[in-house]
T-cell receptor
């Protein structure tokens, strides 16, 4: 069973709309959750981390965590062409000092 | 200021040879991470250091892989007897404190692209 799952996409969203990216994880004791953005040929950059159930907002980005349902999502409001990238979900399983990544969702914002 | 640097940026080697990859974290960052990313794949967590201590080495793919860190500075990832499946981009990242337990930001280096012929 895969530990962190994401839809590979591509997810196409019109400019100005809300992009919704989802991630599910298998380990109920997971403690820390991260969203990274990776442009093609570039290194990832951490854009959000979340630890508690509920929503966490940072500018146009909102991370949502539901531990009971074992999913974490990322919403991008007012999507811009520059948001086109691969978004990686990562989870610290809590039982050790590892971070497990999903394979990423490719997001394409249509101008 | 200076970010995370890695060297070499590209490495082509023959199967069976040993390679050493270097990472210089941001000055003052106590936590350092190594990842591997195969073409078109997500990141594979290899190991992290808190200072020069690695709490858990079980993420390393095999005993051909080893890593060490000098104090809170440079780290080296060594791959012995390289195999073709080791071909990937090896990414290093650092953070002020471990992101596992904080909301600190993790900064990635540009990576080393390793090609094993």
């Amino acid at each position: 069973q895969k530990e962190v799952e994401q839809n590979s996409g591509p997810l196409s969203v019109p400019e100005g709309a809300i992009a919704s990216l989802n991630c599910t994880y298998s380990d109920r004791v997971s403690q820390s959750f991260f969203w990274y953005r990776q442009y093609s040929g570039k290194s990832p950059e951490l854009i959000m981390s979340i630890y508690s159930n509920g929503d966490k907002e940072d500018g146009r980005f909102t991370a949502q965590l539901n531990k009971a349902s074992q999913y974490v999502s990322l919403l991008i409001r007012d999507s811009q062409p520059s948001d086109s990238a691969t978004y990686l979900c990562a989870v610290n399983m809590g039982r050790d000092d590892k971070i497990i990544f999903g394979k990423g969702t490719r997001l394409h914002i249509l101008p | 200021g200076a970010g995370v640097s890695q060297s070499p940026s590209n490495k082509v080697t023959e199967k069976g040879k040993d390679v050493e990859l270097r990472c210089d974290p941001i000055s003052g960052h106590t936590a350092l991470y190594w990842y591997r990313q195969r073409l078109g794949q997500g990141l594979e967590f290899l190991i992290y250091f808190q200072g020069n201590s690695a709490p858990d080495k079980s993420g390393l793919p095999s005993d051909r892989f080893s890593a060490e860190r000098t104090g809170e500075s440079v780290s080296t990832l060594t791959i012995q007897r390289t195999q073709q499946e080791d071909s990937a981009v090896y990414l290093c990242a650092s953070s002020l404190v471990p992101v596992l337990y904080s909301t600190d930001t993790q900064y990635f280096g540009p990576g080393t692209r390793l090609t094993v012929l």
